[in-house]
C-alpha cells in the first residue's frame, strides 16, 4: 500500500464526514445544520461544534454556497503583488471583507489572489479602493470575460489508522 500523507490535524469520524460528504448538495432550508445533523446521526449543535472546530483549526475557511458568476452582483478575480513579509497582514485584511469569498498565496510576483464579489460594479470599485487604502499595495482587478465550471470539490480519501 502506498503512503498516503497524513492529516496535521487529527479529525473524527464527523468532521471527515462534515469535510468530504457536504462539498455539493449543501442543504437548502432554513435549518441546513439541524438537516446535515439528521442525515448523520447526530446533534446540530454536534455539527455546528464540528465546523467551528475545522474553522479553528484552518480546515476550512468559511460555509456557504458559490454562486454562477454575475447571477447575484457582479464579481472579479483579483490579484496583489505583496512583500514577502506583509502576506499574513494583508491577507487578514482581504479575507476581513464580506465581499472577499477567499484568498490564496502563490508563487509570483502577483502572490495573493482573491475573488471579490459585490452588488453593483461601483460597490466592486470601492472595495478594491479598500483594499488598496488600507494595504497601500495595488489591486489587479481581472474580470471574467468567459465562464468556464471547475468542479472545486474533492473525494478525500482518509487514512483509517
Known amino acids: 500500500m502506498a503512503n498516503q500523507p497524513s492529516c496535521p490535524v487529527q479529525l473524527n469520524v464527523l ?4 469535510l468530504n460528504d457536504f462539498q455539493k448538495k449543501f442543504p437548502l432550508s432554513p435549518t441546513p445544520f439541524a438537516e446535515i445533523a439528521t442525515r448523520l446521526q447526530v446533534t446540530e ?3 455546528l461544534e464540528a465546523l467551528a472546530e475545522l474553522s479553528q483549526a484552518e480546515m476550512i475557511s468559511r ?5 454562477r458568476p454575475h447571477r447575484l452582483g457582479v464579481s472579479t ?10 502576506i499574513a497582514t494583508v491577507a487578514d485584511v482581504v479575507s476581513s471583507l464580506p465581499e472577499v469569498n477567499h484568498n490564496y498565496e502563490r508563487e509570483h510576483k502577483f502572490n495573493l ?3 471579490i464579489t459585490a452588488t453593483t460594479e461601483a460597490h466592486l470599485q ?3 479602493r479598500e483594499i488598496e487604502n488600507h494595504t497601500g ?4 482587478s481581472l474580470p471574467m470575460l468567459e465562464n468556464y465550471h471547475v468542479d ?10
Open 152 to 161: 472545486l470539490s474533492f473525494d478525500l480519501k482518509w487514512q483509517t489508522n
Open 137 to 140: 499595495l495595488g489591486v489587479m
Open 45 to 47: 449543535e454536534a455539527v
Open 77 to 86: 478575480l483579483a490579484a496583489m503583488a505583496v512583500p514577502e513579509e506583509l
Open 126 to 128: 470601492v472595495v478594491i
Open 15 to 18: 468532521q471527515k464526514q462534515l
Open 63 to 67: 460555509v456557504g454556497a458559490v454562486m
Open 113 to 115: 489572489w482573491f475573488v
